[in-house]
């Protein structure tokens, strides 16, 4: 993340919004976030991608424009684990492999 936030000057302050809205908020009552579904039986924590997220840099370009943010919410243990975050322009998904071998060992 350290060359995004050389390019995008904001993006650490976003970052810090974002993870203080998911300790308000619970993952499916964030708008345009939806469970990741399709990662096989072994992968029981869910699994959520963030299209809607805010950042300061992309101000007037819509809300689904910029950054994805992939994370695990377990919500027993009242824990979020950061899987991803990426420009939609420079990968077109989450990686489903690094997940499901990262998520299966749990």
């Known amino acids: 993340m350290?060359?995004?936030?050389?390019?995008y000057r904001h993006l650490e302050d976003d970052f810090e919004r974002f993870k203080k809205a998911l300790e308000?908020?619970?993952p499916q009552e964030m708008r345009g976030t939806f469970r990741i579904s399709g990662l096989?039986?072994?992968v029981k924590i869910p699994?959520?991608?963030?299209?809607?997220?805010?950042?300061?840099?992309?101000?007037?370009?819509?809300s689904k424009s910029g950054f994805r943010v992939i994370y695990a919410h377990m919500?027993?243990?009242?824990?979020?684990?950061?899987?991803?975050f990426y420009h939609k322009n420079n990968t077109t998904n989450h990686d489903v492999?690094?997940?499901?071998k990262y998520f299966e060992e749990y």
């Open 2 to 7: 350290s060359r995004a936030i050389e390019k």
């Open 24 to 26: 308000i908020n619970q």
């Open 40 to 42: 096989g039986i072994n």
């Open 47 to 62: 699994i959520y991608k963030v299209k809607h997220f805010r950042s300061l840099d992309f101000k007037g370009k819509g």
């Open 75 to 84: 919500n027993e243990e009242h824990k979020i684990i950061f899987i991803e």
């Open 97 to 100: 492999k690094r997940i499901k």
